[in-house]
């Protein structure tokens, strides 16, 4: 395969992800949330990224989530949740691609820290957005539980498609 055909390949791939991640952050726009906590959700459309980090490698994975991200915000969201949707992908992915490349831990593990570091990057960029320090204090231990939970649920996923899909994808 010619240079120029892989990398048409590899962009239509990023394209196919982006607008999977796309698809699961309006999907999971309709879910309830059951504790009144500003921003947070089940974060499915890190399944897309993951998925990406994975099965084609760090910067395949910024481009589909810094893409999800933007998109998801011009069109669901506001100024404001872009800004802190930005904050919670790009720490939750340094520490996801860190966590891969050096440690020995499986996807659930670096799933369940992508998901913490994700509110946490949130948090920490509403503390200083509104210079209101007591948010982390007042809402960090809740963010770190739900964090947590969604995580290993994003990882379970994203080991699942990996597993499955990855291979007859020929990643």
């Not at 990023?14 to 309830?32: K, N, R």
């Not at 691609?97 to 659930?108: A, R």
């Not at 509110?119 to 739900?146: E, H, K, R």
Request: hydrophobic residues 60%.
């Amino acid at each position: 395969m010619s240079a120029g055909n892989s990398r048409i390949r590899l962009i239509a791939r990023l394209a196919v992800l982006t607008a999977a991640a796309l698809v699961l952050s309006w999907l999971e726009s309709f879910i309830p949330m059951p504790f009144p906590v500003p921003g947070v959700k089940p974060g499915f459309a890190n399944i897309a990224v993951i998925f990406t980090l994975y099965t084609l490698g760090s910067v395949p994975a910024l481009v589909v989530s810094l893409m999800r991200v933007l998109l998801a915000g011009f069109m669901f969201g506001t100024m404001s949740s872009i800004l802190y949707s930005l904050a919670g992908a790009l720490l939750s992915l340094c520490m996801m691609i860190v966590l891969k490349h050096f440690t020995d831990f499986g996807i659930v593990l670096v799933s369940t820290f992508g998901g913490i570091f994700h509110n946490m990057g949130q948090l920490i960029c509403a503390c200083l957005v509104l210079q209101t320090p007591a948010l982390f204090y007042s809402w960090g231990p809740l963010l770190l539980v739900f964090g947590t939970f969604t995580g290993i649920f994003v990882g379970l996923a994203s080991q699942f498609l990996i597993r499955r899909v990855g291979p007859i994808l020929r990643l």
